[in-house]
């Protein structure tokens, strides 16, 4: 279970602690959290933002790069290639 207290989220003792331009993103989906998909859309951000900064990308401006990409790709090849591990920091 994991808990959003300011801006630190705390999943089962781990603290992950966001920028402040990621809280305003995901604050801005808080009223969903409590529905199924709701939940399952914040996660899936929270393990894009995660996977973004293991990768050694600034988690706004990879969610800016990705939002604007993914308009733009057509097939699941294309969207795929958006992933944070298959682009380097220095490509947008």
Same mark, same amino acid.
């Given at each position: 279970?994991?808990?959003? *207290?300011?801006?630190?989220? @705390?999943? &089962?003792?781990?603290?992950?602690?966001?920028?402040? %331009?990621?809280?305003?993103?995901?604050?801005?989906?808080?009223? *969903?959290?409590?529905?199924?998909?709701?939940? %399952?859309?914040?996660?899936?951000? =929270?393990?894009?933002? &995660? @996977?973004? $900064?293991?990768?050694? %990308? /600034?988690?706004? %401006? =990879?969610?800016?790069?990705? *939002?604007? &990409?993914?308009? $733009?790709?057509?097939? #699941? &090849? /294309?969207?795929?290639?958006? #992933?944070? =591990?298959?682009?380097?920091? @220095? /490509? =947008?």
């Amino acid at each position: 279970m994991c808990y959003l *207290f300011g801006g630190q989220i @705390t999943c &089962e003792g781990i603290k992950i602690c966001l920028p402040k %331009h990621v809280k305003n993103i995901l604050t801005l989906s808080a009223p *969903f959290l409590n529905i199924p998909l709701g939940a %399952h859309a914040s996660a899936s951000i =929270y393990s894009i933002i &995660e @996977t973004a $900064k293991a990768n050694g %990308h /600034e988690p706004y %401006h =990879y969610l800016c790069y990705l *939002f604007n &990409e993914l308009t $733009k790709a057509r097939s #699941l &090849e /294309e969207k795929l290639k958006l #992933l944070p =591990y298959k682009i380097a920091p @220095t /490509e =947008y």
